[in-house]
């Protein structure tokens, strides 16, 4: 087993845009020939478009992108850019008139830092596209990461910045890869350590509360907690798997999330994880799910080192 660079998956570009004063973004996973492709949500308040395309019932086998963007269901808008950039190529479902590209697309709630009206628009998701074409590596507070915040139980004023982050492996011919943007209502733990390496911090931002454990001093009246939470990412794999097989790669993925968000999957997150099947390497489907859960624990890691202070928020960067 080998780290690599996720762009080494064949069959995908990655592209980001965003808009650094506002503090908003969106990223996008372009596979130009379709990718069955499944999802898995487990927050209680996602937003995202076309989802039922991944449902097994739906008729379309493949899709064509996966857009990760701010802005919450108002970034939803995004997408239409990226459905422009790949009709402009011919790239989409064949209905005869035309061809329909399928881009599902999934928000985090960034509207508590930067401007709130200012979101990811069709503008931004056709940039991030353009920008797919650079085939470069972009982690940190980059794309939909640019608003990204972890530890918001106290509101925006315990909170630390997070971002964007990504990690593959390779075995034999066998790639997988997790891209995620981290906005989570609670902490991120570190499962080597099991200690709190981003998340809720007391007023002079010295130490970590502990978000798990002011969730149960608080079990009688927990509060307002839609305050810009929800972590969403997507696995990749060169294996060839159906769509039906790739909802349950993503499902196992979501282990990744269990092991190093808590509180995690509450509902006023919208964790969801797609999962897209690029190639056509022969692989055991527990095999790439076992592994999707262990690339998407270490995306969510590089998210939260690879993510600069911003806004007047601290990260794990400069937290001492």
Do not use: W
């Amino acid at each position: 087993m080998k780290e690599i660079c996720i762009n080494e998956i064949e069959n995908i570009k990655i592209g980001h845009a965003q808009d650094f004063e506002a503090a908003t973004g969106c990223s996008v996973i372009i596979c130009e020939k379709g990718a069955p492709a499944g999802i898995d949500v487990r927050g209680g308040g996602p937003a995202s478009r076309e989802t039922e395309l991944l449902n097994p019932r739906a008729a379309s086998q493949a899709i064509h992108a996966v857009l990760l963007s701010g802005g919450s269901a108002f970034g939803l808008d995004a997408a239409g850019g990226v459905m422009q950039y790949l009709e402009e190529k011919g790239i989409g479902f064949d209905v005869g008139i035309t061809k329909v590209p399928l881009v599902c697309q999934s928000c985090i709630f960034d509207l508590c830092i930067g401007s709130m009206t200012t979101r990811p628009n069709q503008s931004m998701g056709y940039a991030a596209c353009v920008d797919a074409e650079r085939h470069l590596l972009q982690e940190g507070n980059i794309g939909a990461g640019t608003g990204a915040t972890v530890g918001k139980f106290h509101n925006t004023k315990g909170m630390m910045k997070t971002g964007l982050g990504t990690y593959a492996i390779q075995i034999g011919e066998l790639k997988v890869g997790a891209i995620v943007v981290v906005n989570a209502l609670g902490d991120i733990i570190d499962p080597s350590s099991g200690k709190i390496i981003a998340g809720l911090l007391n007023d002079e931002h010295t130490k970590f509360l502990n978000s798990e454990e002011a969730f149960y001093n608080a079990y009688q009246d927990m509060g307002d907690l839609f305050t810009g939470n929800t972590t969403i990412g997507a696995i990749i794999t060169n294996a060839k798997f159906s769509k039906s097989e790739m909802g349950k790669i993503a499902a196992m993925a979501q282990n990744g999330y269990s092991r190093t968000i808590c509180p995690v999957h509450t509902t006023a997150d919208g964790d969801s994880i797609y999962a897209m099947s690029v190639g056509e390497i022969t692989a055991d489907i527990n095999v790439v799910g076992t592994l999707a859960a262990r690339v998407m624990e270490k995306a969510i890691l590089k998210a939260v080192y690879t993510s600069a202070p911003a806004y007047g928020l601290i990260s794990a960067q400069n937290f001492k």
